[in-house]
């Protein structure tokens, strides 16, 4: 079945660290990309999205692009803050139903 | 941004027993809400998927009978975990969309971690 695999963590990097966290997926079709941001004691939201190959999703200075050919869809964020210490969730859609990895602690240090 | 809520955030129950736990959309009217389940270093796994007055649609593999839920009205959905088990400890986590909303449109509850002695 349909499957999303990301890096696993706990990443912990310094205020203004280039991150990358990779993401990796599996389908029979051509799905569309998520990555999803959770901030201690609340939801899930919606970082950003990419619905085809070759699409670049980017909101808040982060960005992911959708590559058909290696099946991936790696987060970047080229100077994090603080603030983006959160749990990040990569995910896909098929059928109406959203596929999620494991998702992946991420701590900033100052 | 919308918001939705869980009550409780942390449950702890005695193997046997029921628990509930409700979800809510606090200002808008969700049609359709959704139920996960994150194991420890797993992915969120979706357990079924309600709309408001009908009966739920439960991923495979998820016991109909011992996760009930209901989707009694617009803005509150709830899980039942019937005679729980530790192997039911677990996060718990809801989910609402507005109507006409694609479904990554979702907006999630904070979670609820159940812990089953």
Redesign the interface.
């Known amino acids: 079945g349909d499957s999303?695999t990301q890096m696993?963590g706990p990443v912990t990097l310094s205020e203004e660290a280039f991150l990358t966290i990779n993401c990796t997926y599996t389908a029979t079709g051509y799905p569309?990309l998520?990555w999803?941001v959770?901030y201690p004691?609340?939801?899930?939201?919606?970082l950003l999205?990419a619905t085809k190959a070759d699409d670049k999703g980017s909101n808040k200075g982060f960005e992911a692009t959708y590559r058909k050919e290696t099946t991936s869809f790696h987060l970047e964020k080229g100077s994090v803050q603080v603030s983006d210490s959160a749990v990040y969730?990569c995910?896909l859609?098929m059928d109406?139903?959203?596929?999620?990895?494991?998702?992946t602690r991420l701590t900033i240090n100052p | 941004?919308a918001v939705?809520s869980q009550h409780p955030s942390r449950v702890i129950c005695k193997s046997g027993t029921s628990v509930k736990i409700e979800c809510r959309s606090l200002d808008f009217q969700a049609t359709t809400m959704f139920w996960?389940r994150?194991f420890p270093?797993?992915?969120?796994?979706?357990m079924a998927t309600s709309n408001e007055g009908s009966k739920a649609t439960y991923e495979q593999g998820v016991e109909k009978d011992k996760f009930l839920i209901n989707h009694a009205s617009l803005t509150l959905s709830t899980l039942t975990v019937t005679s729980a088990h530790p192997e039911d400890s677990s996060f718990y986590?809801c989910?609402a969309k507005r109507p006409g909303q694609s479904?990554?449109?979702?907006?999630?509850?904070?979670?609820t971690r159940l812990t089953v002695t």
């Open positions: 999303v696993e569309s998520f999803y959770q004691g609340e939801g899930l939201q919606l999205k969730f995910a859609r109406q139903k959203l596929v999620f990895g494991q998702g | 941004g939705v996960y994150q270093k797993q992915s969120l796994m979706l986590i989910s479904s990554y449109e979702q907006y999630f509850g904070p979670g």
